[in-house]
C-alpha cells in the first residue's frame, strides 16, 4: 500500500495540509492548546487535500497532528509494538488483512459512518476486510512505468523495460517493496501475482540481480520525484504519483505493462488502543463526505472510490487515462492480497539479498 515531494507539491505519501496542522515530526502533547481535542492521524505523505485538515477544525474544533509513514511495513512495526496514540490510520487493503489478523485494528460502527453511503458500490465489500470491517476505502491505485518520452523510445509497455533489459543502462529506478517486485516479476514472467511459490520467487530474484547493475536506485516510493528531476527515465511508480508529476512536466507518461500489474487501495482505519474512538468515527465520516472527498481528490490526483466526490470533479479527471487506467495492461492487473507471514518473509529475504549481492 503509500516519499518525499517538492514544497509546491502534492501527491500520494510533504504538505503542511493547512493552518494550524502539525505536520512535520510529531507529538502527542506540543501542538493546539491545552483544552483543545486533538485527534492523531498516522497517514502517508502528501494524501490529503490542501485544506482538508484546516477544514476539520474549522467544523468541529479539533486540532489534527498528521504525522507520516513511508511504507506499510513501517506503520505495522510502528503499531506492533503498541499504539502510541494514533487514532486513524491509512494502511494499503493487504495490511488491513494482516492487521486485523493480528488484531491491532477497531472494528468500525458503521453507524456513526453515513457517508460511507458515498462509496462506489463495486468497493463497498472488500475480500481483504470481511464484515464486521475495520476499515473503509479511501484511494485506489495501480503500479506501472513512470516514464521521460523524450528519452525512451516509443512506449515502454513491459516490465521487460526494467526487469531485464540493458537498454536504459543506469537510468532506471525501482520501488523498495520486496512483495511488489517479486509478484510484478511474476507477472512479467506470464504468471498469477497471487500464490507466486517459491521456485519462481527465486527466478525472478535471479532476474533482478542480473539487472541490477543498470538500476540507479531503488527508491523509497519517490520515483516521480527522481523522473522529475531527470535523474532516472524510467521508473516504477504509482500512477498517482506520476499523474501529479504530469501536471508539472508535459515530457512525462505514464503506462500499465502490457503482462498485467498491482492493484491496490488504502484504506481508513482506526488501530486498537485508539485515544478517542468517537472522534476516529467522526473524522473518517468527515473524509468520506462527497465535498471534502473532492478537495482531496482534486489534491492527490489518485482514484477515488467515493463515487459522491467523483461526481463533483471536473471531466478531465474521470477521462485522465493515468489516474484512471483502462486498456489489456490493466484488464490483465490483479489486486494484491496478503498472503501470510512466511511467504513475505521469503520474499524479503530473496530482495534483501539480491540488494546486498
Known amino acids: 500500500m503509500a516519499g518525499p515531494r517538492d514544497a509546491t507539491s502534492v501527491s500520494r505519501r510533504k504538505l503542511l495540509a493547512g493552518m494550524g496542522v502539525a505536520a512535520v515530526g510529531f507529538s502527542f502533547s506540543g501542538c493546539g ?36 509513514f513511508a511504507s ?22 493487504e495490511f488491513v488483512t494482516r492487521m486485523r489478523e493480528a488484531d491491532m485494528l477497531e472494528p468500525i460502527d458503521m453507524g456513526k459512518v453515513p457517508n460511507f453511503a458515498n462509496i462506489d458500490p463495486a468497493f463497498r465489500e472488500a475480500a481483504w476486510d470481511p464484515a464486521p470491517r475495520h476499515s473503509v476505502p479511501y484511494t485506489w491505485l495501480v503500479l506501472g512505468i513512470g516514464y521521460r518520452k523524450s528519452r525512451v523510445q ?15 543502462n543506469d537510468r532506471i529506478a525501482l520501488i523498495t517493496d520486496a512483495a511488489d517486485l517479486i509478484r510484478l516479476g511474476a507477472k512479467y514472467m506470464g504468471r498469477s501475482l497471487v500464490g507466486v511459490d517459491a521456485q519462481t520467487a527465486q527466478a525472478v530474484a535471479d532476474m533482478l540481480a542480473r539487472q541490477k547493475p543498470n538500476i540507479r536506485r531503488f527508491h523509497e516510493d519517490d520515483g516521480q520525484d527522481l523522473l522529475l528531476a531527470g535523474e532516472v527515465d524510467l521508473v516504477l511508480e504509482y500512477n498517482g504519483d506520476i499523474a501529479q508529476r504530469m ?11 502490457r503482462e498485467g500489474s498491482l492493484i491496490n ?40 472510490p467515493n463515487a ?24 490483465a492487473s490483479e489486486w494484491g492480497r496478503f498472503e501470510g507471514a512466511e511467504t513475505q518473509r521469503l520474499f524479503e529475504e530473496l530482495i534483501t539479498r539480491m540488494r546486498a549481492a
Open 154 to 168: 516509443g512506449t515502454p509497455d513491459s516490465w521487460k523495460w526494467l526487469f531485464d533489459s540493458d537498454l536504459y
Open 72 to 93: 506499510n511495513d513501517e506503520l505495522f512495526a510502528k503499531l506492533k509494538a503498541g499504539n502510541p496514540g494514533y487514532d486513524v490510520i491509512v494502511p494499503s487493503n
Open 308 to 331: 459522491a466526490a467523483k461526481a463533483l470533479m471536473p471531466a478531465e479527471y474521470a477521462s485522465n487515462p493515468v489516474i484512471f487506467p483502462s486498456g489489456p495492461g490493466f484488464e
Open 33 to 68: 492548546r491545552g483544552d483543545e481535542r486533538r485527534l492523531n492521524f498516522y497517514n502517508w505523505q502528501d494524501y490529503v487535500g490542501e485544506t482538508t485538515l484546516a477544514d476539520f477544525r474549522a467544523k468541529t474544533g479539533v486540532l489534527v497532528n498528521q504525522s507520516f
Open 265 to 304: 487501495a488504502d484504506t481508513l482505519a482506526i488501530p486498537r488502543g485508539a485515544r478517542d474512538l468517537e472522534l476516529a468515527h467522526e473524522f473518517i465520516n468527515f473524509l468520506l463526505d462527497a465535498e471534502v472527498g473532492k478537495g482531496i481528490a482534486a489534491s492527490i490526483l489518485y482514484p477515488t
Open 247 to 257: 501536471r508539472e512536466d508535459s515530457d512525462l507518461a505514464f503506462v500499465v505493462p
